[in-house]
């Protein structure tokens, strides 16, 4: 069957979004096109990669470069806040076009910044939100974030998009009253935002060059329908995306947003979730999947649409990655993934990767890392192109006849963990890699009695263990 195709465009100054292939203008997969002044254009659906502290974790800036498709970079705020105030980040000497976040974090000229005020994932921080500031980690504790110096810093910092402020409640459900706390917070934190950034009163100089994302509550619609409609109504002139915090809320977009580009910043937790994002008129999503799998040694393994050859079979299903940990592939000389042209499978083997991980070697999550990003390219590329035949819901379908319904679990450890990475509160230590050392002390204690001294002859260092023969 196929279906008739819409296209639509949206248009302000500094972003074109424009959709090439759409069943509906909202709850269906769409194909288009974001593009930034001066910056490389997006073709959605896409992903974009998470950084910590402005880089891709693992990955050098050069290799980024050279060896990886990487076309946009997500920057939490909340990284480049220090004690010092003000702090580096805005003294960063640039012309006056130039973005002092770009320079901060060496990213080049046409990768399209995204700023958010938060990391993403975030970790839920004890103090709470206020009517004018949000909490916050930064790198030295927790602090408030307040609205006005956010904003501030979407405009002195340049990003391409900034993502506005929410009150979000991270790592519990919020009640009822919270709920209705957080609406009317958001709804007054955008009004305020695109007011000082954009507003009539603002001189033609001092307003933002940022493209305004609206934030989206993980709520019922019913809950934040007085803030959805001053969205579309007041509100619509000077957004020019949505950020999702849920991919339930891709159901409650008015058709009268359906132009704008929707980013979301959910949890999917595999391949398929994002299938069903997509689906649903996702545009950009964060895969925070796809780190953790290079963390646990997990090197990414599936197609879209899903291989359709004899190898497939209804029950055993292909599993979505390999575990590098795994003593299977500690002679295994073939590549992560069967005809793999990333940078690390184009140099390197199975075997290799779990010799790097067994020795702790970082370059094992750099090149897992590189290759892991190389499979979703593949994959939203083949999403895309499955939207562009007509044939997306056939291939989901199938995909999830070949696949596993979960990625692979993690079996051994990853890099040292962070302090941005973990929960706050008391959180249960790792195992004393010294312990062994304890059996020698121990050892050594029970000796003291008859320590081995210079003076003692080879009976008496024999005696103690020296030059023992096997
Ligand atoms: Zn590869």
Not at 44 to 61: C, D
Not at 82 to 111: G, Q
Not at 204 to 212: D, H, T
Not at 359 to 366: H, I, L
């Amino acid at each position: 069957m196929t279906t008739a195709m819409e296209s639509s465009q949206f248009q302000s100054e500094k972003m074109t979004f424009s959709v090439l292939s759409s069943s509906a203008p909202v709850m269906a997969p769409r194909v288009g096109k974001l593009a930034l002044a001066g910056r490389k254009t997006l073709s959605t659906p896409h992903y974009i990669p998470l950084t910590s502290r402005g880089t891709v974790p693992h990955i050098a800036h050069d290799m980024l470069r050279k060896e990886t498709a990487l076309n946009s970079l997500y920057i939490g705020l909340e990284d480049f806040i220090t004690k010092k105030s003000p702090s580096p980040v805005y003294n960063v000497p640039v012309s006056e076009d130039e973005s002092p976040l770009r320079r901060f974090i060496c990213a080049s000229d046409d990768m399209p910044l995204i700023l958010a005020p938060r990391r993403y994932p975030a970790i839920p921080c004890p103090p709470n939100n206020t009517d004018t500031s949000i909490a916050i980690l930064t790198s030295v504790g927790f602090r408030q974030l307040p609205a006005h110096q956010y904003l501030d810093s979407v405009r002195s910092l340049k990003p391409d998009i900034a993502i506005g402020l929410a009150d979000i409640v991270y790592g519990r459900e919020p009640g009822v009253k919270r709920r209705a706390k957080m609406v009317d917070r958001t709804h007054a934190f955008t009004q305020d935002a695109l007011e000082r950034l954009y507003g009539k009163a603002v001189p033609a100089e001092q307003k933002a060059s940022a493209a305004y994302f609206a934030p989206v509550l993980p709520l019922d619609n019913a809950q934040q329908s007085l803030y959805l409609d001053d969205l579309q109504d007041e509100l619509k002139s000077r957004i020019s995306g949505l950020a999702l915090y849920e991919s339930a809320s891709l159901s409650q977009i008015p058709e009268s947003l359906g132009a704008l580009p929707r980013l979301l910043l959910s949890q999917p937790g595999s391949p398929h979730d994002l299938l069903r994002e997509v689906s649903l008129g996702g545009d950009l999503m964060t895969l925070p999947f796809v780190g953790e799998c290079s963390d646990a040694g997990i090197a990414l393994d599936f197609t879209f649409p899903a291989p359709s050859d004899a190898t497939v079979s209804a029950s055993e299903p292909r599993a979505l990655g390999i575990d590098l940990w795994s003593a299977d592939n500690a002679k295994d000389v073939s590549a992560l993934s069967e005809g793999c042209e990333c940078y690390a499978c184009r140099k390197h083997h199975r075997a290799y990767f779990n010799h790097l991980l067994n020795a702790k070697e970082m370059a094992a999550w750099a090149l897992l890392q590189m290759h892991n990003y190389h499979v979703m390219d593949l994959f939203f590329a083949g999403v895309r192109d499955s939207i562009q035949r007509g044939t997306f819901e056939e291939d989901m379908r199938s995909f999830t006849r070949v696949y596993a319904s979960e990625l692979p679990q993690r079996t051994g450890e990853g890099p040292r963990l962070r302090g941005y990475q973990l929960q706050a509160g008391p959180h249960k230590r790792g195992p004393r890699v010294y312990g062994r050392l304890d059996d020698v002390s121990q050892k050594f204690a029970e000796s003291q009695s008859s320590i081995a001294t210079p003076d003692t002859d080879a009976s008496g260092l024999e005696h103690h263990g020296f030059a023992q023969k096997a």
